[in-house]
Nanobody, 123 residues
């Protein structure tokens, strides 16, 4: 069982930055990956970024490449999502999730989810 808790959301303006945190508890393995997903009103939940906890390999959605950075601090059991140059369309509830599967960019492989944190970007 893996438990995740997000924090760091808030209301910002276009061009601002935010850093989200995801604290992980429970049992993780060498192959465990943690991903960030987001869901805007009336839209499906979508992949944002993921990182493999062991070697730190990361993947990003095209919409956030160059603006968002995912990182992890294994000693603190925390995964971060640094979001820069925020746009109105980044407004969503952001969730972190964990998977033990090899495929870390597909939502259906994630079995463990946090409660989400709201990010609102206004112009």
């Amino acid at each position: 069982q893996v438990r995740l808790a997000e924090s760091g959301g808030g209301s910002v303006q276009t061009g601002d930055s935010l850093r989200l945190s995801c604290v992980i508890s429970g049992r993780t393995f060498a192959g465990t990956a943690v991903g960030w997903f987001r869901q805007a009103p009336e839209k499906e939940r979508e992949f944002v970024a993921a990182i493999r906890l062991s070697e730190g390999g990361a993947a990003y959605a095209d919409s956030v490449k160059g603006r968002f950075t995912i990182s992890r601090d294994n000693a603190k059991k925390t995964v971060y999502l640094e979001m820069n140059s925020l746009k109105y369309e980044d407004t969503a509830v952001y969730y972190c999730a964990a998977t033990h599967a090899l495929q870390a960019t597909t939502i259906k492989t994630y079995a463990y989810w946090g409660q989400g944190t709201q990010v609102t970007v206004s112009s």
